[in-house]
């Protein structure tokens, strides 16, 4: 069951009134009220009430915290507020902050579902933006708006005396697209995203001019992660709307409008300076592969020395890579494979990490949960990130146990995590999809602290993905298109006959790794596996080759278009085996491993001399230390002396396999 996301007041305005007389005669009353918008469970309402009807108290309320849903109270004695797994002692210090619990602040006004008009009285109304259709602007004395309802309903004009329309109008374009009418310049047209904000793709696309595109454009993100989940039945109702043939565009033109969604995409065939030109290559067959068991408790320690040191590291983490971990082994394995502990330290020397890396969380955490509410009302980046975080937390994982229900301990370790991260890294701060790469962390974890160490090891790798300007995005699809067309370029000409060359329809992919596109469990396995670093660098890249592997014989044989490519790749979700995944993946990086002329390009994304150089270094140590600041020393030694005599593809190529041109 989902959880009730509080309401949260976005923008509210007094001085708002209403002429209780239609017409421009000087004996009619003016009733003043303030309009909200309010933010509830994802959805917009926007609401007028006359201040007779008000109660100070929920004014005040709202007033006092506008930017917050929710007020943090220490938990009593009798009945105190704890993380799944009880914090260990040196974290007693902390427990003024880790003994926090919510308190949901109730909104008289606002919480109502879709009611066009509140009866008690009948200038009050409020009404969901998804059932706006547009607003009328007239400026004479003041400005004045006019609401009209997809049912006709056409609600009281609201005059702003006292100013206000325009930041309203500001606010209400967060939810919704507003655009001028071609038929009438004083009327707005309103086209909503979706009526449960970025939910839905069918609703993404309801607008016949492409919303999708712009909202693309505006936040990737969210439009990939919220849109591509409901695909299933939408494309030609939507793309080609019944009763809208004047509006259609050609598949072809679609297409160019979602490449241009990520400038730098765009891979030259041509032969031109700086692109490496190569002929097509014979990879031959590939090898069967075999998974083998998870590695278990007994196993995991057999690798230990008394102090605590891990022995042979890169055994240990082949291991993990062919059979993953058993669930009880995860929670301290993890923290190795994510370095959040050094493979080479001591059990003594953990303790010491962990207690500083718990004052260092907590002294974090501190900074957030002590600005006043004056100081928040001040800085709108860390507002938004809370908004942001609020939201996407009360819809991550809800199906599963450790989630699920109300005012449930684990959403909330979630929340104060996310907010941490944005002290941690507040030029990155929140940007959604990262809940996604938390909770399974923090399910294995049981731990506040852990978790976000973890976590914040996880974003080091991941952070590309989510910036501004999507370099890390822009940087695996080149790649993958390269690796793809590398593996099998008939497969890869067919797509970009359909218009599907840019593989955009793996965004999410790639995105979250696969996080929506497995169970729970199965995510579990396949992070580890990837975290081991073997056999390859990328080698999520290759998962992404195995998957479009196994699905290229029916897009093919049945002729799929643009359209149909869309749908059934998301129609994968939840649908995939990943024992099959992996073992195809693995294939595919041995088939590439002996190829005896891959393009140099292919060589550095893949890293393959600098994982052999690596492992060799690794096998001469005595336990196998990754971290060794020696080990590493020797690395840059060695691969400064390739240079020098001659070995210099890992140098040569700079544009991480951009420039790659196939000719058949």
């Given at each position: 069951m989902a959880a009730t996301t509080p309401p949260k007041v976005v923008f509210e305005h007094e001085g708002v009134f209403i002429h209780s007389s239609p017409d421009e005669s000087e004996d009619h009353d003016l009733i003043s009220g303030f309009l909200r918008i309010i933010d509830k469970d994802g959805e917009s309402l926007v609401e007028y009430k006359p201040l007779e009807d008000a109660d100070p108290s929920n004014m005040l309320c709202a007033c006092k915290d506008s930017s917050s849903v929710v007020e943090w109270t220490k938990s009593s004695e009798d009945n105190p507020h704890r993380p799944v797994d009880h914090q260990l002692s040196y974290e007693t210090e902390w427990d003024v902050i880790s003994a926090i619990s919510f308190r949901r602040k109730a909104l008289?006004?606002?919480?109502?579902?879709?009611?066009?008009?509140?009866?008690?009285?009948k200038w009050a109304f409020s009404f969901n933006v998804y059932d706006l259709r547009s607003i009328t602007v007239k400026c004479e004395e003041w400005p004045c708006l006019v609401f009209r309802l997809k049912d006709g309903t056409a609600l009281p004009a609201i005059h702003f005396h006292q100013g206000g329309s325009t930041a309203f109008l500001d606010s209400l374009r967060?939810?919704?697209?507003?655009?001028?009418?071609?038929?009438?310049?004083?009327?707005?047209?309103?086209?909503?995203?979706?009526?449960?904000?970025?939910?839905s793709f069918e609703n993404l696309l309801d607008d016949t001019n492409y919303g999708f595109v712009q909202k693309f454009k505006k936040d990737p993100y969210t439009t990939t992660l919220g849109g591509f989940s409901k695909v299933t039945n939408y494309i030609f109702d939507a793309f080609w709307a019944p009763g809208l043939e004047c509006h259609q565009r050609?598949?072809?033109?679609?297409?160019?409008?979602?490449?241009?969604?990520?400038?730098?995409?765009?891979?030259?065939?041509?032969?031109?300076?700086?692109?490496?030109?190569?002929?097509?290559?014979?990879?031959?067959q590939r090898t069967v592969v075999q998974r083998t068991e998870p590695v278990t408790m007994k196993e995991w320690a057999k690798y230990q020395d008394s102090e605590g040191r891990t022995k042979n590291v890169p055994h240990i983490k082949n291991l993990i890579f062919k059979g993953g971990l058993c669930h009880v082994v995860r929670k301290e394995a993890w923290k190795f494979l994510l370095g959040y502990f050094p493979w080479n330290s001591t059990h003594e020397e953990r303790k010491l990490i962990q207690k500083s890396k718990t004052d260092e969380y907590f002294r974090m955490k501190l900074q957030w949960k002590s600005i006043s509410v004056e100081q928040e009302r001040r800085n709108s980046r860390l507002r938004d990130y809370r908004s942001l975080i609020e939201k996407d937390v009360n819809r991550t994982d809800r199906n599963n146990k450790f989630y699920e229900g109300l005012d449930n301990p684990g959403l909330m370790l979630l929340h104060d995590i996310l907010m941490t991260y944005c002290m941690y890294d507040f030029d990155l701060g929140y940007v959604q999809g990262m809940s996604d790469l938390l909770s399974p962390i923090l399910f294995v974890m049981e731990n506040e602290v852990d978790a976000f160490w973890c976590f914040v090891s996880f974003m080091d790798e991941m952070h590309e993905n989510f910036e501004e300007q999507m370099q890390g995005m822009k940087t695996q699809l080149i790649q993958l298109s390269t690796l793809l067309r590398l593996l099998d370029l008939a497969f890869w000409n067919y797509l970009e006959a359909q218009d599907s060359g840019y593989l955009y329809f793996c965004f999410r992919w790639l995105l979250i790794r696969f996080k929506r596109e497995l169970h729970f469990q199965d995510v579990l396995r396949l992070w580890e596996v990837m975290w081991t670093g073997q056999p390859c660098q990328n080698f999520h890249l290759l998962v992404c080759c195995a998957m479009l592997d196994s699905e290229k014989q029916k897009i093919m044989d049945r002729k799929y278009g643009f359209n149909e490519i869309l749908k059934h790749i998301n129609e994968l979700s939840m649908k995939l085996d990943i024992e099959e995944i992996l073992c195809k993946s693995e294939s595919i990086c041995i088939q590439i491993k002996n190829c005896k002329d891959l393009p140099h390009s292919v060589i550095e994304f893949l890293g393959l001399n600098t994982v052999t150089e690596t492992s060799a270094l690794l096998e001469t140590s005595e336990y196998g230390i990754l971290e060794s600041p020696q080990t590493s020393s020797r690395s840059t030694h060695r691969q400064d002396h390739l240079a020098s005599n001659g070995h210099s593809h890992l140098k040569e190529t700079t544009h991480y396999g951009c420039k790659v041109a196939l000719i058949s």
């Open positions: 008289a006004h606002g919480e109502g579902g879709s009611n066009h008009i509140n009866y008690r009285n967060k939810s919704v697209q507003i655009s001028k009418s071609p038929d009438d310049e004083n009327v707005l047209i309103v086209n909503t995203y979706s009526k449960a904000f970025s939910l050609p598949v072809e033109e679609v297409a160019d409008l979602l490449g241009e969604l990520i400038p730098g995409l765009e891979i030259n065939q041509q032969e031109e300076p700086g692109f490496e030109v190569i002929t097509r290559l014979d990879l031959g």
